[in-house]
């Protein structure tokens, strides 16, 4: 391999590395260790902005929290991170206790230049709700 060729490989394994880094992610905070339950699909997790819209009684499971770089994730991106996440507790539902992102102008150019200072974050409730069993069941196994 020539000089060239090494330059090309290490600048793409610096790219991958890169938009790997800038991927939203979720993380379990605090666990309701009186609840086990299987794991759903993410498409199962529905999200609700408050507690109040939540049409069932419902278990709470975990706090989870996420997190990406504003400049490449969005708050769709984050929300899903957070749904992945609460999917793997056996939840089938989130309450969205917060989803916001730094603004400061400053702060983004520099995470767009590599720094990690522009940040999209959320904090829900992963949920469980015994009377929404039918629904779930339909969205991870199609019926």
């Known amino acids: 391999m020539n000089g060239r060729d090494s330059a090309r490989v290490m600048s793409a394994i610096i790219?991958?590395?890169?938009?790997?880094?800038?991927?939203?992610?979720a993380r379990v905070v605090a666990r309701n260790p009186a609840l086990t339950l299987a794991p759903t699909c993410s498409d199962a997790v529905a999200a609700y902005g408050s507690r109040d819209k939540v049409p069932y009684d419902y278990y709470e499971v975990a706090l989870i929290t996420g997190e990406g770089n504003s400049v490449y994730t969005g708050n769709g991106d984050v929300l899903k991170s957070v749904r992945?996440?609460?999917?793997?507790?056996?939840?089938?539902?989130?309450?969205?206790?917060?989803l916001h992102?730094?603004?400061?102008t400053v702060k983004i150019l520099g995470a767009a230049l590599g720094g990690n200072d522009a940040e999209r974050k959320a904090s829900a409730i992963a949920i469980w709700m015994p009377s929404d069993t039918a629904r779930v069941r339909e969205a991870c196994h199609g019926g």
């Open 15 to 25: 790219v991958v590395c890169a938009f790997g880094a800038c991927a939203a992610h």
């Open 84 to 98: 992945k996440q609460a999917a793997s507790l056996g939840a089938n539902g989130v309450v969205i206790d917060s």
């Open 101 to 104: 992102v730094t603004r400061a």
